[in-house]
C-alpha cells in the first residue's frame, strides 16, 4: 500500500507523540530533547536527482547519538560540514515520489520527521508533459553527444564519432564536467593550459574585501530539467592543477548571483549556452560570486515562465546541494531576464532573495495585448488609410501606437514600398521614419500567434528533416500546459481587442478628428484564430529585394494575410478578435501575470534608449510600480535608475556593479537586522535615481519621478526623460497593462458619462459608432474580465 503525503505526515507526528512517552517513568515525565531538521536545498516537495541536503540543529552530544532512517531502511548522511550544535549535508538514495526521512534517537524514538518529494533530475516537477520533438543542443554548445535514452526509438538522434546513429535521446542529458578557465589580459576567456603551467596572460581581479588574486574560474556544466546548466566560481592556480576534482571555495564570497536572459522563444529547443556576458559574467565573478545559469532561464529558447521557474529552482537547489547554501541570491538579468525576476519573486517566493531587473517589462503575457495592436495600427496606417497624409508624417503615428516616432530611424520598408508603388501601382503609404512597432517590434505578432511561423527559426532546423513538421509554433502552443486547448485543437489564444476605441485619446485632445476616430475603428479590423492563419510573406519567409521584385503580392511586414479585415471597404466594421477566458484565467492563474507581488529588495535599472527605438520602453518601470502598488499597496522595495544613453556608442554606462553593491548592502542590513522590514532596512544609496551617460548622478530621492504616476509637478528625473504610451493607453486604458479583456458598457453610456468629453455626435456619427461597437466599448474603471 502506497501511502499518501498526509498520511505519511499523520504517522510521523505519531512517532514523535510516541518518542515522547518512554518505558520508564522517568522518560515518561521528560520531553524527548529539541532537535531541529531543515531541509535546506529545496522545499521538501521539490526536491530532484534523488539526493537532498539537510541540516540538524540541537546539542552536539545528541546530533552524536542519532541516526537517520529512509523509506525505513537505515540511511547515511555525507555531512559536509559541522559547527558543533548544527551538522548539514547530503542525504542519497531517494525514490522517485514520496520518501519518508526520520531523524531517530536510541533512546527517545523520532525526534523529527519529514515527507520528502523527489522528482527526476530530466524533469519535470510541476510544469507538465515536457515537449516533443525537442532539440538537443550539448553538441552544438558543448561538443558533447547526450545520453542515449534507454527504450526510446524516437527523439534527437545520438551518433558515435564516425557519424552513425546509436540510439535517441528525448532527455539531452550529459554527464556534468568541470573545466578551469581564466580571464586573460586581453578580455577573454581561455582554457588553463592542460600542464598547469601559469599562462603569460593571465589577469588578475580585486575581491569584495580588497584582495587581488589570479582571475582562475571553476566551470561545471551539466543538464538539469533537460536544459545545459552552469556553475562558475573563482578559484587558485593550485587548486586547478593540483586538486581539480576538489570543490575548492575559499574565494567565494558566499554571494550567489542568478544570471537570467532575454529573448523571445517559441520552445523545443535545449537553447544556447552564452557564456562571456551571462555564464562567466566577469565584471560579478570577479568579485567572488558564484554565477548559476541555465539555458532554460533565456526566453529567447521559450517563454513558459512555469517552466523557467521550475528550472530555476532546480538549479539552484543543485548548486546548494554541491557548494552549500549562499548568503543571498541575487538575480540579474536584462528584458526577458529581467521579468523572470519579478515573476519568480511572485511565484517562487525564496528563489532570488534580491534583485536588479534590466530593460524589464510587467511580464511577456500582458506585452501582447498592445504589441499585438502593432501591426493592425501600422497596416491601417501604411495602407488601409493611405490617402491620409497625416500618416506621411512619422511623429504622428505615436497618436495612434503610443509609442515614440521619430524619423531619426528610417523605416526600412519604406524603399519597399516606394519600388512596389511604381512597379504595381500599389498606394501603400510612406512615412520616412518608424515607430517603435516598426524597428523593434515587427514580426512579435506573428511569433505570438501564428502555429505556422516559428518553424523557420534556424536552430529548430537541426532535428534531422521532417521531424519538426508536425510542431505548431507559436507562444500560445509553447504555453499549451497553461493555456490549454480548444475546439479547434489549438492552444487558447489570449488576444482581444473587443470594444477598444483606438485612438481615443488622441482624438479627445483633438489631434485626430471625429471622422478619423470612426473610420479607424470600423477599419482596423483583429486577428484570425491561429487556426485560420497561413504563413508569413516577405520580409519574414524571404527578404530578398530580387524575390520581391518577381512576388511583389507576397509583400506583407504586417501580416495583413492574417488578420480579420473588412470585405467591404469599411461599409461593415471590420471584426474584432476575442481572445478565451479560459486562457485568461489561466495566465493569472498559473503566475505568467505579474500580479505586483515581489517583496525582496528590487533594484530596475535601465538605460534610456527611446530616440533609437528601443523595444525596451521606459514605461514599463512604472507600469511594474503602479501595479506593485495595487497588489500590496506599496513600492518601497523597488528602486527605479535611469541612465541617459542618447548619443552613446555603446547604449549607455552600466550601473549593474553599482546596483550590485547597493543589494549588498541592502541584504547585510536584512542579515543584521531581521525584524525590520525591507524598506526599513534600505541604504541610503538606495534610491530613486537618474544617471547622465558617463554614469554621474543627476538627481535622487523619493520625488525624482513625481508627474509619472501622480499629478504632481514633474519630479528632475521626469523632467530630462521624456515617457511615451502604448496603442491601449491611447484607447483609454491605465499604465498598468493588465487588461486583457475590458468590461464593455453601450455607447450611449459612453456618451452620457464623459468617454467622449464634450462630442456630441449627429445622428450619422451615433449610428457608426453603435455600429461599429455594437456589443460596447471599454469601460476601465470596472477590473480585467479576463482575471480570475
Known amino acids: 500500500m502506497r501511502l499518501s503525503i498526509g498520511a505519511k505526515l499523520l504517522l510521523a507526528a505519531g512517532f514523535l507523540i510516541l518518542a515522547g512517552c518512554g518505558s520508564s517513568s522517568d522518560s515518561a515525565r521528560r520531553p524527548p530533547p529539541a532537535l531541529q531538521l531543515e531541509v535546506v536545498s529545496s522545499a521538501p516537495e521539490w526536491v530532484s536527482g534523488g539526493d537532498v541536503r539537510i541540516a540538524l540543529e540541537g546539542d552536539a552530544a545528541l546530533l552524536d547519538q542519532v541516526s537517520l532512517k529512509l523509506n525505513g531502511e537505515q540511511a547515511v548522511a555525507r555531512w559536509q560540514t559541522d559547527s558543533g550544535g548544527r551538522r548539514e549535508g547530503l542525504v542519497e538514495g531517494l525514490v522517485i515520489g514520496d520518501n519518508l526521512l526520520h531523524v531517530e534517537h536510541p533512546r527517545h524514538g523520532v525526534l523529527a520527521s519529514t515527507v520528502l518529494v523527489n522528482h527526476p533530475i530530466t524533469g519535470p516537477m510541476f510544469s507538465g508533459p515536457q515537449q516533443q520533438p525537442f532539440v538537443c543542443m550539448t553538441v552544438h554548445e558543448l561538443g558533447r553527444q547526450p545520453l542515449v535514452d534507454e527504450g526510446v526509438s524516437e527523439g534527437f538522434p545520438v551518433e558515435d564519432e564516425a557519424g552513425n546513429v546509436v540510439g535517441y ?237 521619430t524619423d531619426n530611424v528610417p523605416d526600412p520598408m519604406a524603399a519597399a514600398k516606394q519600388m512596389l508603388n511604381q512597379l504595381t501601382g500599389s498606394n501603400y503609404g510612406i512615412a520616412p521614419g518608424s515607430t517603435e512597432c516598426i524597428e523593434s517590434w515587427r514580426g512579435l505578432t506573428p511569433l505570438a500567434l501564428n502555429p505556422l511561423f516559428g518553424s523557420v527559426r534556424e536552430q529548430q532546423k537541426m532535428h534531422p528533416p521532417g521531424i519538426m513538421d508536425s510542431v505548431r509554433w507559436g507562444h500560445t502552443e509553447d504555453l499549451i500546459n497553461i493555456y490549454g486547448v480548444d475546439g479547434s485543437g489549438h492552444a487558447r489564444s489570449l488576444f482581444d481587442n473587443v470594444g477598444v476605441q483606438y485612438g481615443l485619446q488622441s482624438f479627445l485632445a483633438g489631434h485626430i478628428t471625429a471622422d478619423e476616430f470612426l473610420d479607424l475603428n470600423a477599419r482596423v479590423g483583429g486577428w484570425k484564430h491561429p487556426a485560420e492563419m497561413v504563413q508569413e510573406g516577405f520580409p519574414f519567409i524571404n527578404s530578398s529585394i530580387s524575390y520581391l521584385q518577381q512576388n511583389p503580392d507576397d509583400f506583407d511586414p504586417w501580416s495583413r494575410r492574417n488578420m480579420n479585415l473588412s470585405a467591404d471597404g469599411g461599409i461593415t466594421p471590420a471584426p474584432r478578435t476575442e481572445g478565451d477566458l479560459l486562457a485568461m484565467n489561466a495566465a493569472y492563474q498559473s503566475g505568467q501575470v505579474f500580479r505586483g507581488e515581489a517583496e525582496i529588495p528590487l533594484i530596475d535599472w535601465r538605460p534610456y534608449l527611446e530616440e533609437v527605438l528601443d523595444m525596451h520602453n521606459v514605461h514599463q518601470s512604472f507600469a511594474l510600480r503602479q501595479r506593485m502598488l495595487d497588489g500590496v499597496g506599496h513600492h518601497d522595495n523597488q528602486i527605479i535608475w535611469f541612465t541617459d544613453a542618447r548619443g552613446t556608442e555603446d547604449n549607455a554606462f552600466d550601473q549593474t556593479p553599482m546596483a550590485l553593491a547597493v543589494i549588498d548592502e541592502w541584504m547585510d542590513n536584512i542579515r543584521r537586522h531581521p525584524q525590520r522590514s525591507i524598506s526599513d532596512n534600505k541604504p541610503a544609496s538606495a534610491q530613486d535615481s537618474c544617471f547622465d551617460s558617463a554614469g554621474q548622478l543627476i538627481a535622487a530621492g523619493e520625488q525624482v519621478w513625481n508627474g509619472v504616476l501622480d499629478s504632481h509637478e514633474e519630479g528632475a528625473c521626469t523632467a530630462v526623460f521624456p515617457l511615451y504610451t502604448t496603442s491601449r493607453m491611447v484607447a483609454g486604458a491605465p499604465i498598468q497593462g493588465n487588461y486583457f479583456k475590458c468590461a464593455l458598457k453601450p455607447v450611449e453610456v459612453a456618451l452620457a458619462d464623459g468617454t467622449y468629453g464634450d462630442w456630441q455626435p449627429d445622428g450619422a456619427q451615433m449610428a457608426r459608432l453603435k455600429q461599429i461597437f455594437a456589443d460596447g466599448v471599454c469601460d476601465y474603471s470596472k477590473p480585467d474580465q479576463g482575471r480570475p
Open 169 to 405: 535521446s528525448r532527455n539531452c542529458s550529459i554527464e556534468p564536467f568541470t573545466e578551469y578557465w581564466y580571464r586573460t589580459t586581453a578580455n577573454s576567456y581561455a582554457k588553463l593550459p592542460a600542464d598547469g603551467s601559469r599562462p603569460a596572460d593571465l589577469a588578475t581581479t580585486e575581491l569584495l574585501d580588497g584582495t587581488v588574486v589570479d582571475f582562475v574560474v571553476r566551470w561545471e556544466r551539466g543538464t538539469i530539467n533537460r536544459f545545459i546548466y552552469s556553475y562558475a566560481m573563482l578559484t587558485t592556480l593550485e587548486q586547478a592543477r593540483e586538486r581539480p576534482e576538489a570543490l575548492d571555495t575559499d574565494l567565494w564570497n558566499g554571494r550567489l548571483l542568478y544570471r537570467f536572459q532575454g529573448g523571445v522563444g517559441v520552445g523545443h529547443s535545449q537553447g544556447r549556452l552564452d557564456y562571456n556576458r551571462r555564464a562567466l559574467h566577469p565584471e560579478v565573478l570577479g568579485l567572488g560570486y558564484a554565477i548559476a545559469y541555465s539555458t532554460g532561464n533565456r526566453t529567447g529558447e521559450h517563454y513558459n515562465l512555469e517552466l523557467g521557474g521550475e528550472t530555476a529552482l532546480m538549479v539552484k537547489e543543485h548548486f546548494i546541494k554541491r557548494y552549500g547554501k549562499p548568503l543571498y541570491t541575487v538575480g540579474l538579468g536584462e528584458s526577458g531576464g529581467g521579468i523572470q525576476q519579478y515573476i519568480y519573486a511572485q511565484n517562487f517566493p525564496g528563489l532570488i532573495d534580491a534583485g536588479v531587473p534590466v530593460q524589464a517589462y510587467t511580464d511577456m503575457v500582458t506585452q501582447t495585448i498592445h504589441i499585438g495592436d502593432c501591426e493592425l495600427l501600422e497596416h491601417y496606417m501604411d495602407y488601409t488609410d493611405a490617402d491620409n497624409s497625416k500618416w506621411h508624417h512619422t511623429p504622428n503615428r505615436s497618436l495612434l501606437v503610443g509609442l515614440h516616432a
